[in-house]
């Protein structure tokens, strides 16, 4: 069973900054391909950046970019997202999420994806 615990949202000024954290459980956190999605009101899911599962590759989305980081820990088994210079448009509830198999490449599509967690809500004031 693969679980995966999300942390460090919040409130936030516009131009701060939060870390978001995702907690895998399991063993085969290293051979996983880790996404982040958000989702706002009344929008649907979007993928906001991915990272492979050797850590060398990224993906993020251009909306983002320059702004938004991801990096994973295999020791800790922890995925991160270092969001700067946050602006209203960020707010929304921000998942992590986990695929089963080990690919080179990093999808955009939340349906390649196999394991979600509960989500973390990040407001973004202007």
């Known amino acids: 069973q693969v679980q995966l615990v999300e942390s460090g949202g919040g409130l936030v000024q516009a131009g701060g900054s939060l870390r978001l954290s995702c907690a895998v459980s399991g063993r085969t956190f290293s051979s996983r391909t880790m996404g982040w999605f958000r989702q706002a009101p009344g929008k649907e899911r979007a993928f906001v950046g991915g990272?492979?599962?050797?850590?060398?590759?990224?993906s993020i989305v251009d909306s983002v970019k320059g702004r938004f980081t991801i990096s994973k820990d295999n020791a800790k088994n922890t995925v991160y997202l270092q969001m700067n210079s946050l602006k209203p448009e960020d707010t929304a509830i921000y998942y992590c999420?986990?695929?089963?198999?080990?690919?080179?490449?990093?999808?955009?599509?939340?349906?390649?994806?196999?394991?979600w967690g509960q989500g973390t809500q990040v407001t973004v004031s202007s």
């Open positions: 990272i492979n599962y050797s850590g060398l590759s990224t």
């Open positions: 999420a986990a695929t089963k198999g080990t690919y080179l490449g990093i999808s955009r599509l939340k349906t390649d994806y196999d394991y």
